[in-house]
């Protein structure tokens, strides 16, 4: 079997996700996205299809850097409302057994001895399959709702994510030894208090005196994604993270980044499979050829091109509102994402306004991938082979039509070419994904340095 293909269904707790305005479908069902038998059946339905996991993106702020309102993003429900991606996973997992779950959750807002405990009882409650994505932020909606004036600067918001995740380390690594839990009923002892230590931590950003509240999870450290592509970003990644979400627009382009985040990791003394890279596409699909055409002709007549510009302004912290049709947008310097500005503006004279409202045929600033099961394939081999990723993040479109379609259609293709798997790897979603024997992190991590010796 070839190098094989990692799949996620990257959703949001939320109506309106990636591709804006497909709510509108007649044949979507976001609108649901409050009941909870709609999240356990798309879990059921992504473990159907054997995929590694469920990625669920957060947002904490609003979009209303465009025409400095956020009039677009709620009028569309573009992100807005959005609820709390962690609620619904237990009940995903419940009518789940293997899937892997990936979930959002903002470093420079939570603090750091609670959302220990949170990601504990998930991995306790999952037996050991989930993930956190690890964000820093970059609307400053969010801080003001946070009490804050602005947000950090972007490099700086890095620098305190370092010392969050050292926090963390600590917590989940060192405060519970191996053998501190006894459940010695008899002899009326839980655990040994000798061997359960209350961590201290006195740094610049982060001061904790305390025990982690929960006994060892099956994975401890829960399996570390992270999306930032910009160069700050992709250092802390590559100390830290085993999964990298990127969104490039060609094959050619993702191997830049795969190759010099493989280069950082090794450097730091990680092995080069020790971070998996998965690139963020939106596939169409049908029966053949002509039925796949006809699908995204159909969605793109729901698109809506105003959310997405007001979802893509508050992303590179322009407002885009203020451009004419054909004039360059200028590279500038802001506090938003670094990486979706420099794919705007890096490296040439600028992307018009009429450009980028060309791209967004389905209502988000990324061109779909189109066409018969055999064809997506062929797509995602040549992503493999010249891209050098691990596989892919699936935004959806019409809800859970996107889907059941890859399901359906496009999974057994990549089965029958031996680039899937036919089931599931046993043990922890670390382990289904990188191997081993005990669902923990690896000695080259640096987490490892904070383990209970």
């Known amino acids: 079997m070839a190098r094989p293909i990692q799949l996620y269904a990257f959703d949001m707790n939320c109506v309106g996700h990636i591709n804006h305005g497909l ?147 600590k917590l989940w690594e060192g405060s519970w030894a191996d053998d501190a839990v006894l459940r010695d009923q008899k002899g009326r002892v839980f655990a040994d208090p000798a061997r359960v230590r209350a961590v201290r931590h006195e740094g610049q950003h982060y001061r904790v005196d305390g025990i982690h509240l929960s006994e060892p999870s099956p994975q401890r450290t829960p399996v570390l994604f992270q999306a930032g592509a910009s160069s700050r970003g992709q250092d802390f990644a590559a100390r830290h993270a085993e999964t990298v979400f990127v969104a490039s ?40 050829e002509r039925e796949a055409q006809e699908k995204v002709e159909d969605y793109r007549r729901h698109a809506s091109a105003e959310a997405s510009l007001a979802h893509y302004s508050s992303s590179i912290g322009i407002d885009l509102s203020q451009f004419a049709l054909d004039e360059p947008i200028l590279d500038t310097q802001t506090n938003a994402n670094q990486s979706a500005l420099a794919a705007l503006t890096g490296g040439r004279e600028g992307a018009t306004m009429r450009q980028v409202i060309d791209q967004m045929v389905l209502g988000s600033r990324q061109k779909p991938i189109v066409g018969s099961p055999e064809q997506i394939a062929d797509h995602f081999q040549t992503w493999m082979e010249e891209g050098g990723i691990d596989g892919f993040n699936l935004a959806r479109t019409v809800a859970p039509e996107s889907l059941t379609d890859f399901v359906d259609l496009v999974v057994p293709v990549l089965q029958e070419r031996g680039l899937f798997k036919h089931d599931y790897a046993p043990g922890t979603l670390r382990q289904k994904l990188f191997g081993g024997d005990t669902g923990r992190l690896p000695e080259n991590h640096p987490a490892a340095a904070y383990r209970f010796r």
Do not use: C
């Not at 962690?86 to 609670?114: C, D, K, R, W």
């Not at 405990?117 to 994505?133: A, C, E, P, Y």
């Not at 190759?259 to 963020?280: M, P």
């Open 23 to 169: 709510w509108t479908h007649p044949r979507d069902s976001s609108l649901r996205y409050t009941d909870l038998d709609y999240w356990t059946d798309l879990a059921k339905t992504a473990e159907r299809g054997k995929f590694d996991g469920i990625f669920l993106a957060d947002i904490v702020g609003v979009y209303d850097v465009y025409q400095n309102r956020p009039d677009a993003a709620i009028r569309a429900a573009a992100q807005i409302p959005v609820n709390d991606p962690l609620i619904p996973l237990s009940a995903m997992a419940l009518v789940t057994q293997h899937l892997g779950f990936g979930v959002t959750v903002n470093t420079t807002y939570e603090p750091p001895f609670l959302f220990a405990r949170r990601m504990s009882t998930l991995d306790h409650l999952t037996k050991g399959r989930i993930g956190w994505n690890i964000v820093t932020g970059y609307l400053d909606s969010a801080a003001r709702s946070m009490g804050l004036a602005r947000q950090p600067e972007h490099d700086a918001r890095y620098e305190a994510a370092e010392e969050y995740l050292e926090v963390l380390y």
């Open 249 to 288: 627009s060609s094959p050619k382009s993702a191997r830049v980044l795969v190759d010099g985040l493989h280069k950082r990791a090794a450097e730091l003394g990680r092995s080069g499979g020790a971070i998996k890279v998965l690139n963020l596409v939106t596939v169409v699909t049908g029966r053949t």
